[in-house]
């Protein structure tokens, strides 16, 4: 069993950054992929950005790429989330989410219970 918590959302305006973290509790972190979901409002998650638990970036979406950065560090068990240039439109819950296998339909193993981000205009 896998416990995350994710920490570092909050309300910031069009154009400014917020740094994400989310540590994870209760087994060996390194073996698990580790990646960073949102859920706006009355839309559907969203995965943003995979990481290997060697730290091979395994998936990064369109929307967020170029202004987000993940990384990871075993040795504190925390994979971070860096956003830069937020946009209204990235308001959401964001997740993090650890795999014990990641690829084609496989699904996150463990989620953590989410942190707001609200980006105003």
């Known amino acids: 069993q896998v416990h995350l918590v994710e920490t570092g959302g909050g309300l910031v305006q069009a154009g400014g950054s917020l740094t994400l973290s989310c540590v994870a509790s209760?087994?060996?972190?390194?073996?698990?992929?580790m990646a960073w979901f949102r859920q706006p409002p009355g839309q559907a998650r969203e995965e943003l950005a995979t990481i290997s638990g060697k730290g091979n970036i395994l998936h990064f979406s369109d929307s967020v790429r170029g202004r987000f950065t993940i990384s990871r560090d075993n040795a504190k068990n925390t994979v971070s989330l860096q956003m830069n240039n937020l946009f209204p439109e990235d308001t959401a819950v964001y997740y993090c989410?650890?795999?014990?296998?990641?690829?084609?339909?496989?699904?996150?193993?463990?989620y953590g219970q989410g942190t707001q981000v609200t980006v105003s205009s």
């Open positions: 989410a650890a795999f014990e296998v990641y690829g084609m339909g496989y699904e996150a193993d463990y």
């Open positions: 209760g087994d060996t972190f390194s073996k698990y992929a």
